[in-house]
């Protein structure tokens, strides 16, 4: 679904923001900065599970993660308690980010509103788009990152990590998933955790 110019300009707004991301990956042998790179793989998702996404929707999934960088995980407390203060914080902080864009850009006041409650994730498990986003959001880090998690994560916790991802997910996520190509090692995390 093709949506106006002002559609196109917020996206570039938000690309830019994240195009300034000083961690980078390397995509193809090239270094490109990650969240640039991670709301382009949210927003290819998104429109995989959903190929008639909202507006709100795509608005969402480009901005989920915006400036992400500017909030590191280690300024808050390296326990459980402080990973959820850490990402309670982060998901108002997206929120706010997009809806200074968004009303900049002139979007009316009912469309930042429905982005920002997609970007807080309000009434998941109620709202379908806010399914589609939470799937996208776990079959990003299944397509992408668990190699690179499982490098840095005790296996058992790993293993529990996993499960409570797939729990999140809705059924079509999850075939989806089934259909990713795995590594050997990665095959196994995902036989022991009882996937299938």
């Known amino acids: 679904m093709k949506f106006g110019a002002q559609f196109q300009q917020v996206l570039r707004k938000f690309d830019d923001e994240n195009a300034r991301d000083p961690n980078l990956v390397v995509i193809d042998g090239t270094a490109q900065p990650r969240e640039l790179i991670y709301a382009q793989w949210l927003a290819d998702w998104v429109l995989r599970l959903c190929p008639e996404a909202s507006e709100a929707l795509q608005l969402a999934a480009r901005s989920q993660h915006i400036c992400r960088w ?10 459980r308690a402080g990973y ?7 998901k108002r902080f997206h929120a ?3 809806t200074e864009i968004l009303r900049e850009a002139g979007y009316s006041e009912e469309t930042i509103a429905r982005v920002r ?13 806010c399914q589609v986003l939470e799937d ?3 079959l990003v880090t299944l397509q992408y990152q668990l190699g690179d998690l499982m490098d840095k994560t005790e296996p058992d916790k ?3 990590i996993l499960q409570k991802t797939w729990k999140k997910m809705s059924l079509a996520a999850r075939e989806k998933a089934l259909g990713l190509s795995f590594s050997d090692r ?3 995390l995902i036989t022991k955790a ?3």
């Open 186 to 188: 990665e095959r196994e």
């Open 194 to 196: 009882g996937i299938r």
């Open 158 to 160: 790993m293993v529990t």
């Open 136 to 138: 996208a959001l776990c």
């Open 96 to 98: 706010q980010k997009s």
């Open 70 to 79: 500017m909030i590191p995980r280690n300024s808050y407390p390296m326990t």
């Open 117 to 129: 409650d997609l970007n807080l994730k309000k009434n998941l498990g109620e709202d379908p788009e």
């Open 84 to 90: 959820l203060r850490w990402r309670e914080e982060l």
